[in-house]
Structures are given as C-alpha cells and as structure tokens.
C-alpha cells in the first residue's frame, strides 16, 4: 500500500514556473510507477506525465512536452513535476497516482494509488 500527498500548487502568472512534490508513504514505493494526472472544472481527468520505478523512463501528453518534467527520488519517497512556462489552460487540480508495476501507462484506470490533489492556477 502506499500513501500519497501532493504540495507545491497554487497562482502563478502565465510563463511562470511551480514545481509540485508528491510525498509517498510505503516500503513498495522504489517498486511503483508514478504518474501525474490533472483535472479542470467541467473536464475528464488527464494523462500528464509518467516514471517508471526506475526513474529511467518517461512520458508526457503532448500539451507539456518541453515544459513539464517529472522525476523522482526513492532514497526520499518522494515525487515532482516540474512546470515550466506555464499556460492558462494548465489551470487545473493536479494529483500524483501510483501503480505497482515497473512501467506507467496512460491510463489512469491503471492507477491504483491517488492523493488528494493540489490546484494550479495560472492567471493570464
């Protein structure tokens, strides 16, 4: 089982940058992929980013290509999504998921871990 809190949202102006962290609680978390998923009023829940266990793979929605990074630290049970030159449309809830194999997907019905989310706000 592993437990998860997200921190780090808030208001920003647009081009401006947030670096969220996602706290992970568990011994299997060195063995979890780790995915970041976001969800604005009125929209599904989408695919944003992923890393394997490993921390060696990623993947990310074409909208956050070159300005988003995620990665993470086992030795600190930790997560972070970097979010770079930020746009109106990244305004959104953002939550940290985990599933407990080696690779991510796309998906988030393949996610079984989920913290409560943090809103990012960015303000034209």
Request: charged letters at 15%; aromatic letters at 12%; hydrophobic letters at 30%.
């Amino acid at each position: 089982q592993v437990q998860l809190v997200e921190s780090g949202g808030g208001l920003v102006q647009a081009g401006n940058s947030l670096r969220l962290s996602c706290a992970a609680s568990g011994r299997t978390f060195s063995s979890t992929a780790m995915g970041w998923f976001r969800q604005a009023p009125g929209k599904e829940r989408e695919f944003v980013a992923s890393i394997s266990w490993s921390g060696r793979f990623t993947d990310y929605v074409d909208s956050v290509k070159g300005r988003f990074t995620t990665s993470r630290d086992n030795a600190k049970n930790m997560v972070y999504l970097q979010l770079n030159s930020l746009k109106p449309e990244d305004t959104a809830v953002y939550y940290c998921a985990g599933t407990p194999t080696a690779y991510p997907g796309t998906n988030k019905d393949g996610y079984v871990y989920w913290g409560q989310g943090t809103q990012v706000t960015v303000s034209s």
